[in-house]
């Protein structure tokens, strides 16, 4: 007498075993995705509006800074684009163009949860000081996590990261009333 032992598996559970092994985990698809879709849009007192991907940054010329993160006390390397290139393109003045009333210029920078940070135009232009402050979309060689991205402000020089904008979505250009 030959006995034959047959194992019960719901087909639903058998395909969801197979298909987790075969795809990237769901939050990995998640920031991918994002990466994908997301725009970062660049608005306000500018000669050219922006609409920015995550592949239309990585065309840019690139800028990589290794940081601590004092949050986590834990060294990153992070890279994206110089925020002072995405005001360039959008016809923002630096350089000799920054005079005058230009000076009293500023950026509101926005996160998708409605996080707000201020920069002074003066204080990113690479002609008054080497700020550094990147728009990233990479840390350690990989694209953001969901939490974090698919853009991130890093503001590399300053003691507390309270002006690292997570999520980043929006930077408006003012012009501060002269009277």
Known sequence: ?????RACIPASLLLASVMAQLLPST????AQALATTAELRISGAVSTPLVLTVLDLKKMPRKTLT????????????????????????????GEQLRGSSMSTYIIAEAEDGYRVVFSLA?????????????????????????????????????????WVRMLKSLTVVRAAVQ
Do not use: W
């Not at 939050?27 to 998640?30: H, I, L, R």
């Not at 060294?75 to 630096?94: F, K």
């Not at 990147?134 to 020089?157: C, E, N, W, Y």
């Open 67 to 94: 940081v601590v993160n004092p949050h986590d006390k834990k060294t990153e390397t992070y890279e994206g684009v110089l925020l002072e290139e995405l005001l360039r393109r959008a016809g923002v003045p630096q």
């Open 123 to 163: 204080e990113l232009d690479s002609g008054i000081l080497e700020s550094e402050v990147i728009v990233a979309d990479t840390m350690d060689s990989a694209p953001l996590a969901a939490k974090q991205g698919p853009f991130r402000l890093v503001a590399p020089h300053e003691k507390r990261p309270a002006r």
């Open 1 to 5: 007498m030959h006995r034959t032992f």
């Open 27 to 30: 939050s990995e698809t998640c």
